[in-house]
């Protein structure tokens, strides 16, 4: 499949989507929206994608925002509501894709950059990447998920900061929030992200899915209900091949090769 604002590439076990709008510094208009949506689903059929990275292309933006250009010529509030529950729907799903979502985070992640990077499972970003919901200098509020993802991962107040005042935080300043799980030099974002992504294509693949699964439910419920959770998806995972292999491996002192069965 050709797309006109994505890249898509393939390596060992991992692949990788970028987005690529380099004069507007990446930003996500609708057809970019709707290509997302395909790679997203290239991603999760092929079987031998076992973790997926997506990052911006060129050296500056991951993803500058919506296109504001585009958010101009909404006409009505109807229109906004679509458009903020389109882009929901695709990050929820790159966050519950059953694989693992690296983001690299190589610049400017900014309103809706920002919140597609907040759908990854991890995040790394160059020493270069600034983040932050510059919505409300534009007189919106954040519309793919801002308000709800940075608020779960940071913390009410901090959100509230983050959104309110608009105001860019460095990656460091990231990092120390627990908003990205590393920072690395510039020109070596992508091959850490490689190296990950190869880590994870060799672990279980259905662990893994399960993995997601119970975290990303257990942490919108109440302990007891995300130990059951946790328990009926540790359960599930009695049911495959790999983890006789996992366990085999282990007690005859030898690497698994997991096949996700
Ligand atoms: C359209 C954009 C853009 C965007 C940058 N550009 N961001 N175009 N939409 N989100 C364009 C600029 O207009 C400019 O075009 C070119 O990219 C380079 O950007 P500059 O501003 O010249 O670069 P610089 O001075 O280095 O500043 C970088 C920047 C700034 C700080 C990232 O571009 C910026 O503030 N961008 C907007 C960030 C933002 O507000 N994002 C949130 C969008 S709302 P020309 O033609 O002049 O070269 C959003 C809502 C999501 O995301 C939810 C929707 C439902």
């Not at 959104?163 to 974002?189: F, N, S, W, Y």
């Not at 959770?229 to 085999?248: C, P, Q, V, Y």
């Amino acid at each position: 499949m050709e797309w006109k604002n994505i890249a898509w590439e393939q390596g060992d076990g991992w692949a990788q989507i970028t987005i690529q709008r380099p004069k507007v510094l990446n930003a996500l208009n609708r057809e970019t929206l709707e290509e997302l949506e395909q790679a997203v689903g290239r991603a999760e059929e092929d079987e031998t994608v076992r973790a997926l990275i997506i990052t911006g292309a060129g050296d500056k933006a991951f993803v500058a925002g919506a296109d504001i250009g585009e958010l101009r010529q909404i006409p009505s509030s109807w229109e906004g509501e679509r458009l903020a529950a389109r882009g929901q729907a695709l990050f929820s799903r790159i966050e519950e894709l059953d694989k693992p979502v690296i983001m690299a985070v190589n610049g400017y992640a900014l309103g809706g950059g920002c919140e597609l990077a907040m759908s990854g499972d991890i995040l790394i970003a160059s020493d270069k990447a600034r983040f932050g919901q510059p919505e409300v200098n534009l007189g919106v509020i954040p519309g793919y998920g801002g308000t709800q993802r940075l608020a779960r991962l940071v913390g009410k107040t901090t959100a509230k900061y983050l959104c309110l005042t608009g105001e860019m935080i460095t990656a460091e300043e990231a990092l120390r929030l627990g908003l990205v799980q590393k920072v690395v030099p510039h020109d070596q974002l992508l091959e850490e992200a490689r190296k990950l992504a190869e880590r994870l294509a060799q672990k279980a693949p259905i662990a893994m899915k399960y993995i997601k699964k119970a975290i990303n439910q257990g942490t919108e419920t109440d302990l007891q209900s995300g130990l059951r959770l946790e328990a009926a998806f540790f359960g599930l995972s009695f049911d495959t091949e790999d983890r006789i292999e996992g366990m085999d491996a282990f007690l005859e002192k030898r690497a698994p090769r997991f096949r996700g069965k």
